[in-house]
Nanobody, 123 residues
Framework: QVQLVESGGGLVQAGGSLRLSCAAS????????MGWFRQAPGKEREFVAA????????AYADSVKGRFTISRDNAKNTVYLQMNSLKPEDTAVYYC????????????????WGQGTQVTVSS
């Protein structure tokens, strides 16, 4: 497992942008599939985006396609989530997750989780 720490959340107006970061500990980051999930009040946690460990391949939830971009910098042990054209329904706690040699699909079981960062989008 890796230790994950998210940052970059905050309050933004609808239509605005935020970039979330997730810093990972350890020397094996490049072998981890990294994902972003979110959980809104009263709702179940849902998949947002993922970046495959082997590089290049990504996956997105339909609700964020074309607006969010996941990227990673293996030299910095960090994965990012660039969020553009934010909507009030994007308001949630966003969690970073990691799974060594994991698959890309939204049902991949991640075994490392960060503590989350709050994103609030005002209308």
């Amino acid at each position: 497992q890796v230790q994950l720490v998210e940052s970059g959340g905050g309050l933004v107006q609808a239509g605005g942008s935020l970039r979330l970061s997730c810093a990972a500990s350890g020397r094996t980051f490049s072998s981890y599939t990294m994902g972003w999930f979110r959980q809104a009040p009263g709702k179940e946690r849902e998949f947002v985006a993922a970046s495959l460990w082997s590089g290049g391949s990504t996956a997105y939830a339909d609700s964020v396609k074309g607006r969010f971009t996941i990227s990673r910098d293996n030299a910095k042990n960090t994965v990012y989530l660039q969020m553009n054209s934010l909507k009030p329904e994007d308001t949630a706690v966003y969690y970073c997750a990691g799974d060594r040699w994991g698959s890309l699909g939204p049902r991949n079981e991640y075994d490392s989780w960060g503590q989350g960062t709050q994103v609030t989008v005002s209308s």
